[in-house]
Nanobody
Framework: QERLAESGGGSVQSGGSLRLSCVVSGKTYSSYCMAWFRQVPGKEREPVAAIDANGGTSYVDSVKGRFTISQDSAKNILYLQMNNLKPEDSAMYHC????????????????????WGQGTQVTVSS
């Protein structure tokens, strides 16, 4: 059974940085999509960044130039480096993974992932 566990969230001031980690265990496939999503209470979950099995990356416009998604394939860890954080980045951040055949742009817009972590809270104060 595949499991995902996020960590690294916290409270920072505007302009600060955080690095989120997602440890993936039990993944048995080599072609995949992995992504970070975020959700604010009362709003729909939205994609933030995605990465494919070849290391290709895609981002939503609001985080381009500030966030970087990466992976350590040997350790099965997904990262999200977040710099120059803004109050509007405050949300619960979840990682997701699934077997898939497509590039990172597809991974970003993919609406269904079968494997999710519990989330880690990010709060940015002004």
């Amino acid at each position: 059974q595949e499991r995902l566990a996020e960590s690294g969230g916290g409270s920072v001031q505007s302009g600060g940085s955080l690095r989120l980690s997602c440890v993936v265990s039990g993944k048995t496939y080599s072609s995949y999509c992995m992504a970070w999503f975020r959700q604010v209470p009362g709003k729909e979950r939205e994609p933030v960044a995605a990465i494919d099995a070849n290391g290709g990356t895609s981002y939503v416009d609001s985080v381009k130039g500030r966030f970087t998604i990466s992976q350590d394939s040997a350790k099965n860890i997904l990262y999200l480096q977040m710099n120059n954080l803004k109050p509007e980045d405050s949300a619960m951040y979840h990682c997701a993974a699934d077997r898939a055949y497509g590039g990172s742009a597809y991974c970003l817009v993919r609406s269904e992932y079968n494997n999710w972590g519990q989330g880690t809270q990010v709060t940015v104060s002004s």
